[in-house]
Structures are given as C-alpha cells and as structure tokens.
C-alpha cells in the first residue's frame, strides 16, 4: 500500500554531517506521521525523530536532540534528516517509517518500532572516529 526509500546515506567523520531523504509512494492519504528510525548491529530498531503530517510538530529521541533536525514536504510525501555534529555511536541503518494510527493523544508521538505500518529498506550510515 505504501512504498519508502531512504537514500543519503554514507561515510562521514565525527563532527560531520549527512543529510537523509525519504520519498513515500502509493496510498499514503492516511499517513498521520512519519518517523525515522535507525538500528545497529545486535539492537532492536531505535526511534530516532518524527513529524506530524498535519501540523508539522516535531520530535525527538534525546540522544540527538539539538544535532538532528527532521523536516517534512507534504506534498511530496517525504520527509529529511539533517544530522550535524554526527558521533560514532549515530552508526547503524536508518529507517524511514510511516505512522496511519497516530497517537492515541495530540501533542504525542509514536516512539516504538512496532507502532509504525510501513517501512523503507534502510540506508547505511558510518561514523568514523
């Protein structure tokens, strides 16, 4: 029903930056947010940011609050991720996911995995130290 691809990943040095995109494709009217999440080696998939579709409010795990910043285009139906002063720990695969349930209360987001409907494939970002 609802197709995503990542892309943007890449190698990067500590203190560097990347910039992530996420296009969404087919029956995506129902989308109420979208989120980013990444997940290293061994760890279950991490919340990592996410923006209402409506009214663009954002959040944000606290280990990259004040470094990454998430954005929307609504009618592209895709979202970004600028990362700024990247660390070695921000390695792993991220993962652009969509939200057609929305949390249960305004002014909360979805912050488990398993709370998201339909995902990408994942893009590979490295920090180097």
């Known amino acids: 029903q609802v197709q995503l691809v990542e892309s943007g990943g890449g190698l990067v040095q500590a203190g560097g930056s990347l910039r992530l995109s996420c296009a969404a494709s087919g029956r995506t009217r129902n989308t109420l947010a979208m989120a980013w999440f990444r997940q290293a080696p061994g760890k279950e998939r991490e919340f990592v940011a996410a923006?209402?579709?409506?009214?663009?409010?954002?959040h944000y795990a606290d280990s990259v609050k004040g470094r990454f910043t998430i954005s929307r285009d609504n009618l592209k139906n895709s979202i970004s991720l600028q990362m700024n002063s990247l660390k070695p720990g921000d390695t792993a695969v991220y993962y652009c996911?969509?939200?057609?349930?929305?949390?249960?209360?305004?002014?909360?987001?979805?912050?488990?995995?398993?709370?998201?409907?339909?995902w990408g494939q994942g893009t590979q970002v490295t920090v180097s130290s």
């Open positions: 923006i209402s579709w409506s009214l663009g409010n954002t």
């Open positions: 996911g969509t939200d057609t349930q929305g949390a249960l209360q305004v002014g909360f987001v979805h912050r488990e995995w398993y709370e998201y409907d339909y």
